[in-house]
């Protein structure tokens, strides 16, 4: 029971924290029509840059300035880069992003080094805000919870109950129909843009000193929040939302048990080829679980679990 | 006829002449690399020029067929199979199709976007259960084998890395003119169609989703004698070769060097090699310029380098080589050549000032040696230079562009 509660807890967490950094490119997928490549790049720039304020101005004014500097960045990739590349059809918007997160792999190696950055929890969060029987849940996670969940209070708000979230989904589903009335639909494709970094870039924020702020951040999140926006149908942010809690718990709950079907008591000789498969823990599956979730689900249903058109 | 005949006889002596003309052990190591990495370019380019496949996975086919080709030799080598070495590639070439057969089934169901989604979860998936299998795969290490196996025939033990460059140039050869061939079969005319329209082709009386699936098996085959021929050369391979990077790497290359043209990939492959194995001996920063001039193609000739070589070509066959072409292009070059400088040393400057201090441990002012002289990193005087060159270039440029528009 303990372990139950406290992993859902842990896994609850992680899947909120995908759910900002998905929210923000299943938006911008529905309105390109191909996923941003460079999306969990922002993400890594918002825990650098956040990292960079917090050295000088404190935790607590980089929590709000990070996600704003890299949200205008990313609506001056969208204006000077995408924007061009997006006469020229799809496949070289996806790889004008593709190029774009190596790029800011290297440029955030040229600022910051190849080692991690020593980004630490600032310290009136550090502690515990409960104690489970005899695990004790930190304060900081509790926040995280706190901060994801406000966020997509306020997106949820703001998409549907106000005049610009309005016009924002018109222009994704009939970018024609919403032009032809006047809205200018590039300047809110600009919008959106940057407004999915800057989302990206507060996951980045709140997670990086959670985790760990390092060159390959992007790298070991980037595929996993594609797996969630695929999954959770194209530019579906309830489906986002359930895809990304799915994955949050599925993967705390996999490799926090160490189950293998050899200790479940399938027994194969030890030298015949399916001996390493039966050793294996689900501990060490877990890293497979969401690709394999895609892969399912794309043959099985495209357009994903909430989605309503095929990418 | 003979428009067919003298292009691949142009290949052939190119590919014969090229250790001749750089024979040290660097650059025959470098062309034996070119070779492999275009034969898989030129097998990727089957799915995404041919058949508008956008792949994020072709290293898994590569990799798997090299795995193959690994295992082989070392059952070869324990004697327990004769085999002639020659014809490895070939259960490289097997084994990339097996899987082509496995895993290209569900994958080829769905086109466009979604096929690109599917390929970049699987390319996860494999290299994952590469790694949780170290008893076939080799775990972190790899697996390395032995690629001179019982006595030499006709004086040919593939010991020496001469004897592995003709190896790999006669089978790219060979493949690159069935790659070729392909293209005209009832197969790789269809298989346009699907690319372009599938919905028509499917009115026509062909399955969409059968064309893709022989077109990946195909390409897959050729991925896998490529990835056979790295095994030879290398003698070890390892979980990076069906990774994300390389199947990135692979994308990347054949983008640069052009999908609407048979020769596009040729020249991606050599570029992309000059870029990962030649530039990178001299440069820390070589993956920053491999992205850049990556961007840089993908936002100004989106036909790749090759679209610039048959631009070049019609030009000079239809006599328009005139004195002010010829200008107007030394100019260009001129300009560019600058912002090229400035931005290098820029570049370079930034890349020691960050890393050369963290990697040496020192106070920070490790100088930047550049061709004998050092530059001081921290002094204003060059990147004041780099500045002024950046920014002469740049308006260069735009006035050449502004007098072509005016024009």
Not at chain 1, 57 to 73: D, S, T
Not at chain 2, 303 to 325: C, K, V
Not at chain 2, 340 to 357: D, F, I, N, P, R
Request: with cysteine.
């Amino acid at each position: 029971m303990e372990f139950a509660l406290i992993t859902f807890l842990n896994g609850l967490g992680y899947g909120f924290l995908l759910f900002l950094l998905s929210s923000g490119l299943t938006l911008i997928y529905s309105m390109m029509g191909v996923p941003n490549f460079a999306h969990a790049s922002f993400y890594m720039l918002g825990a650098y840059v956040a990292y960079a304020i917090a050295g000088v101005l404190g935790f607590w004014p980089a929590l709000l300035i990070a996600p704003l500097l890299v949200g205008a960045a990313g609506a001056l990739v969208e204006h000077y880069g995408l924007r061009i590349v997006h006469r020229y059809g799809h496949v070289p918007e996806l790889l004008f992003t593709f190029g774009l997160s190596y790029l800011v792999v290297e440029l955030v190696q040229l600022v910051w080094g190849r080692s991690p950055v020593p980004y630490r929890i600032p310290p009136e969060l550090d502690g515990t805000l409960f104690t489970l029987y005899s695990t004790s849940f930190p304060i900081y996670r509790g926040f995280m919870l706190l901060v994801a969940a406000l966020m997509l209070l306020a997106l949820w708000l703001l998409l549907r109950h106000t005049r610009i979230g309005l016009l924002i989904q018109a222009a994704l589903t009939h970018p024609q129909m919403a032009e032809a009335l006047g809205h200018n639909v590039p300047h809110v494709f600009m919008l959106v843009f940057g407004g999915g970094c800057a989302l990206a870039a507060l996951a980045g924020v709140i997670g990086g000193n959670a985790f760990v702020t390092e060159p390959g951040m992007a790298a070991a999140v980037g595929s996993i929040i594609f797996v969630v926006v695929v999954v959770g149908g194209l530019g579906s942010l309830a489906g986002a939302f359930i895809t990304s809690l799915l994955i949050g718990l599925m993967q705390t709950f996999a490799v926090a048990l160490d189950v293998s079907l050899a200790s479940l008591g399938v027994q194969v000789p030890s030298g015949s080829a399916l001996a390493p498969l039966v050793r294996l823990t689900l501990a060490q599956v877990a890293p497979v679980l969401p690709y394999l979730l895609l892969v399912v689900m794309l043959v099985v249903r495209p357009k994903g679990l909430m989605g309503k058109r095929e990418g | 006829m003979k428009r067919i005949v003298l292009p691949w006889l142009g290949l052939a002596l190119l590919l014969l002449a090229a250790p001749l003309v750089f024979p040290q052990s660097a650059a025959l190591s470098l062309l034996s690399q070119m070779g492999t990495m275009v034969l898989l370019c030129l097998s990727y380019n089957m799915l995404l020029g041919e058949g508008g496949m956008l792949s994020f996975g072709h290293a898994v086919y590569s990799g798997l067929g090299a795995f193959g080709a690994i295992h082989l030799m070392n059952r070869m080598s324990e004697g327990a199979l004769a085999f002639p070495v020659t014809l490895v590639p070939l259960a490289g070439g097997l084994t990339g199709a097996l899987c082509g057969v496995v895993l290209g089934y569900p994958t080829t169901r769905r086109a466009g976007t979604t096929f690109a989604m599917i390929t970049l979860g699987l390319v996860e998936l494999v290299s994952a259960c590469v790694l949780m299998l170290p008893e076939v795969f080799g775990g972190e290490g790899g697996i390395s084998g032995n690629r001179v196996i019982g006595a030499p025939v006709l004086g040919i033990s593939y010991g020496p890395q001469i004897q592995v460059y003709y190896l790999i140039a006669g089978w790219l050869l060979v493949c690159a003119m069935a790659i070729c061939a392909l293209r005209h079969t009832p197969l790789g005319r269809i298989l346009n169609a699907v690319r372009d329209n599938p919905e028509r082709a499917a009115f026509i009386g062909y399955d969409p989703q059968r064309v893709r699936y022989l077109a990946l098996i195909l390409s897959a085959f050729f991925a896998g004698v490529s990835g056979g021929l790295s095994a030879i050369n290398f003698e070890i391979v390892s979980a990076e070769y069906v990774g994300a990077l390389r199947s990135g790497a692979i994308l990347l290359f054949t983008f640069i060097g052009g999908t609407a043209y048979f020769y596009g990939p040729i020249v991606g492959g050599v570029v992309g090699v000059l870029f990962s194995s030649w530039l990178s001996a001299y440069t820390q920063a070589w993956q920053f310029y491999l992205g850049a001039f990556f961007i840089l193609i993908v936002m100004t000739t989106p036909g790749g380098l090759a679209s610039l070589i048959d631009r070049g070509w019609r030009t000079w066959r239809d006599g328009a080589f005139d004195r002010h072409l010829v200008w107007r292009l030394a100019s260009w070059l001129l300009a560019a050549l600058v912002t090229l400088a400035g931005v290098v040393l820029a570049t370079e400057m930034a890349y020691q000032a960050s890393l050369g201090s963290l990697a040496e441990g020192s106070d920070g002012a490790a100088p930047l040696q550049w061709w004998g002289g050092s530059i001081d990193v921290h002094a204003p005087l060059p990147w004041i230079t780099a500045a002024m060159l950046i920014a002469a270039g740049a308006t260069a440029l735009a006035l050449w562009r502004r007098q072509g528009a005016g024009r």
